[in-house]
């Protein structure tokens, strides 16, 4: 399978994702702005998205797909397909017993999660509502990690990197056709998650189908808990989940911070955070999908060579292409921010408010992009503990910066703890690879950040320089024509960036790379 093929075919998903999650946000931004109202839902949505990372995404996937790759390269499909069915009617029963306690639980969740919203009683109780709507969220999206990890393990990618596009697109139909016709027309957002959820779980059943996988849910749940595999699972997911829940505790903390400043602070950082995600998305999370599968192969066939050679093409792809993106957030947060969302009630001020943000998320975007890679270097040899030691440590840190850069730069100073802490995460990650002889750098890596530091130089340059023709904000009128802008100023500082790196020698075929 070559690898380069692989990632490019999943960030064309991923792109298509996160262009809908754009025009979603668009969307969302025009029709509701920066309110209490926003702040309501974004509080609401946060709370099955924290969930959904720790049983779906985080934990479950770190857990279950090395043993599941395990399976099948060691004992063949048979096995393979048993520990599938006994893990869907494990996690099925768990998920339905969460959601029932959570819709019913759901005023004590949205106080602990953002205290600020409870002194504004419409507020607060919008919030309350909108939770219980979008907790089978949870649910249907934790169905999507397991099918998604099948389908992965079985190289099946394209599928799974489409299904946010979903989500996305029942946003927008929801922003505008059905939100016009409520009485409180924020509650369609709800509506959209719930709906969007379903859409992703139902286009993944057609797949597993064809490769034969698909799931089957029994009724004896005592039975299932006593199944090896299963056993082994939770094992793992133990650890996992509090190795992710230490990224959620952060980001809950964060979230009761900003609920406490002024009104919109939620909504600033939420709308800075789909910036960032673009890049990471089409970066760290399609290079981490594809590496988890192939270093768990690589595990199971005691090939460390080929371990440690995934993780250092991983590395240099993340470095050569996840620079750039940091700059650009960083030297054109004001272009990005005003021609995605500086519509309708989307004021001059919540542009200044978003691209303050934006600029701290880019300072720590490599880091939180390189955390995605490195990560899986430890979950494919399902040591899950050492990650957790690392992100107790980070989730310490990043609060006591927290109370340096929040009274300094308000909601900006969150986002920008969070950055750096991603970067201490990191560190400490490649520190632990190459200590343990896990990861062995190939040769070339100095000439490497020597070349890419010449090419970020002339990109900084030339984007700050590009961008200062143009007044984003005065645009707002011509909202076509600061779009042509933006992608003139963005192809431009592509050229600059791609063409410095080929008159230094660096070309296409160097990245490629076959994985068996």
Not at 142 to 165: K, Y
Not at 183 to 195: H, I, N, S, T
Not at 343 to 367: E, P, R, W
Request: charged share 10%; net charge positive; proline share 4%.
């Amino acid at each position: 399978m070559n690898l380069l093929k692989t990632l490019v075919t999943i960030s064309g998903m991923t792109m298509l994702s996160r262009i809908t999650g754009l025009v979603r946000e668009l969307l969302i931004a025009r029709a509701f702005g920066a309110s209490g109202f926003t702040d309501a839902f974004f509080v609401a949505f946060r709370i099955p998205n924290l969930l959904r990372r720790l049983f779906a995404e985080g934990a479950f996937s770190q857990a279950f797909v090395p043993i599941l790759a395990e399976y099948v390269n060691k004992k063949g499909a048979d096995p393979a397909k048993e520990l599938i069915d006994k893990v869907a009617t494990a996690l099925m029963w768990t998920l339905v017993l969460i959601c029932v306690a959570g819709i019913f639980a759901a005023p004590g969740v949205v106080y602990l999660v953002a205290t600020g919203l409870d002194g504004n009683a419409e507020v607060f109780e919008l919030s309350v509502l909108m939770t219980r709507i979008m907790f089978p969220y949870i649910l249907f999206m934790s169905l999507v990690a397991l099918a998604g990890g099948i389908l992965n393990t079985w190289r099946e990618f394209r599928i799974p990197a489409f299904t946010p596009v979903l989500l996305n697109v029942s946003f927008i139909i929801a922003s505008l056709f059905v939100a016009p016709h409520l009485e409180q027309p924020v509650l369609a957002l709800a509506f959209a998650v719930f709906a969007g959820g379903l859409l992703q779980l139902a286009i993944q059943i057609p797949a597993l189908v064809r490769i034969g996988m698909m799931p089957r849910v029994f009724l004896n749940i005592i039975g299932v808990f006593q199944n090896p595999g299963v056993r082994r699972v939770i094992r793992q997911m133990v650890p996992a989940t509090f190795a992710v829940s230490v990224a959620q505790i952060s980001l809950m903390i964060n979230t009761n911070i900003a609920s406490r400043l002024v009104h919109g602070s939620v909504s600033w950082i939420s709308y800075a955070d789909r910036l960032m995600e673009f890049p990471n998305a089409l970066l760290g999370v399609a290079l981490g999908t594809i590496l988890l599968p192939s270093l768990s192969k690589a595990h199971a066939n005691n090939d460390e060579k080929e371990y440690s050679s995934l993780l250092d093409w991983g590395l240099r792809l993340t470095f050569l292409l996840a620079l750039p993106a940091s700059v650009m957030l960083m030297t054109l947060p004001v272009p990005f921010t005003a021609t995605l969302f500086h519509y309708g009630k989307f004021s001059s001020q919540d542009v200044f408010m978003t691209s303050n943000a934006l600029i701290a998320y880019g300072i720590g975007l490599i880091g939180l992009i390189v955390v995605r890679i490195l990560a899986p270097g430890f979950y494919a040899k399902q040591d899950i503990k050492t990650p957790v030691k690392i992100a107790v440590g980070v989730l310490v840190v990043t609060q006591l910066m927290n109370l340096i850069f929040v009274p300094l730069y308000a909601h900006a100073g969150l986002a920008l703890s969070i950055g750096i802490g991603a970067c201490f995460n990191a560190a400490i990650l490649f520190f632990m690879l190459r200590r343990r002889g896990i990861y062995r750098p190939q040769s070339g890596w100095r000439i490497f950040f020597f070349k890419v530091g010449i090419a970020l130089i002339l990109l900084a340059g030339v984007s700050v320089w590009v961008a200062g023709y143009f007044d984003w904000i005065a645009l707002q009128a011509h909202p076509f024509l600061r779009a042509g802008a933006l992608a003139l100023v963005m192809s431009v500082c592509g050229v600059v960036y791609f063409g410095a790196l080929f008159a230094m020698g660096f070309r296409l075929k160097n990245f490629r790379r076959i994985a068996s």
